[in-house]
């Protein structure tokens, strides 16, 4: 988490760090079933640390399990474009 780090020091940015638990289904894709987001401790406080899971009851709760889905996204994006295109 170091990078999550420096952005998070920056004035207007935050981001966070992402892990995602995938379930290997019989189709052989790949089936997200809990996303953690973390935020680093900073010198005023703890860091966050939240899980996710999709929302199956049927309230709408679906809309957290959409955004963490998209800090997943643009985590596996930047690290794409880093690592890849380097």
Known sequence: ???VGLV???PTSRTYATRT???LANTGTLKPVAIEL????TAVGLGLRRVYTPDY???DKGWLWQLAKAHV???????????SHW
């Open 1 to 3: 988490m170091p990078y």
């Open 57 to 59: 009851s049927g309230e």
């Open 8 to 10: 998070n020091n920056l």
């Open 73 to 83: 996204r643009a985590n596996d994006s930047g690290y794409h474009q880093l690592v």
């Open 38 to 41: 973390c935020l680093p401790p």
């Open 21 to 23: 638990i995938f379930f």
